[in-house]
């Protein structure tokens, strides 16, 4: 069966520092991969997705950068933070017209 | 106009009763739909697929109305624990397999 993982659970960070987010997938090969954001109280914002190794789109202008160095794998960082990327970081992956499913996610506070 | 639009709720229902939550979507190309469940501070999780035919799983019903672009949600016989938020989502079929989450409906079922 599919996995995916994610990690840290939980990240608090200055305003200013680096990060760098993780998820992983197992059980199913090529799949296509997304970044969500979802602020408190709100729904989801797809960030970035990605349909294979070294191809990544970008949703909206932001902070942030993704990449997808092997085909389970996909990152997303920033060089620095903002308070405004505060938020609940999901990644999930899926294929063409099915449904997602989303790792457990990490909560990022930024001070 | 959002392309995916739900009621926001809350709906705060007594234990036993039945719910229905509806969904609207703009995007006519749109090819396969989706009811999410969400607990607080988790990950979104599958609860079903909807089909043009309706489709029933337990004490859930999901319908779709291709004409209308409408989807909704039934649930019977309401639990304490079915007391989440709701997401409908809409995919838009093509290769990336982007999907549109709605913000969610919250549902409290109260003893």
């Known amino acids: 069966s599919q996995t995916i993982h994610q990690w840290p659970a939980t990240l608090v960070q200055p305003v200013g520092s680096p990060l760098s987010l993780e998820c992983t997938v197992e059980?199913?090969?090529?799949?296509?991969l997304y970044w969500y954001r979802q602020a408190a109280g709100r729904g989801l914002q797809l960030l970035f997705y990605?349909?294979?190794?070294?191809?990544i789109s970008s949703e909206v202008p932001q902070n942030l950068s993704a990449s997808r160095p092997q085909d389970r794998q996909f990152i997303l960082s920033s060089k620095k933070l903002l308070l405004s990327d505060s938020g609940f970081y999901l990644c999930a992956w899926g294929h063409p017209v099915r449904e997602q499913f989303f790792g457990p996610g990490t909560r990022l506070t930024v001070l | 106009r959002k392309e995916v639009e739900q009621d926001p709720g809350p709906f705060n229902v007594p234990e036993g009763a039945t719910v229905a939550f509806n969904c609207t979507y703009s995007n006519s190309a749109s090819q396969s739909f989706f009811w999410y469940r969400q607990d607080c501070r988790k990950e979104p999780k599958l609860l079903m697929s909807?089909?043009?035919s309706g489709n029933e799983d337990g004490r859930f019903t999901a319908q779709l109305n291709r004409a209308s672009q409408y989807i909704s949600l039934l649930i019977r016989d309401s639990k304490l624990s079915d007391s989440a938020t709701y997401l409908c989502?809409?995919?838009?079929?093509?290769?990336?397999?982007?999907?549109?989450f709605g913000d969610g409906t919250t549902l409290t079922v109260k003893p």
């Open positions: 909807v089909y043009s």
């Open positions: 990605s349909v294979g190794i070294g191809q």
């Open positions: 989502v809409v995919n838009r079929g093509t290769n990336a397999g982007k999907s549109t």
């Open positions: 059980g199913t090969s090529n799949p296509n």
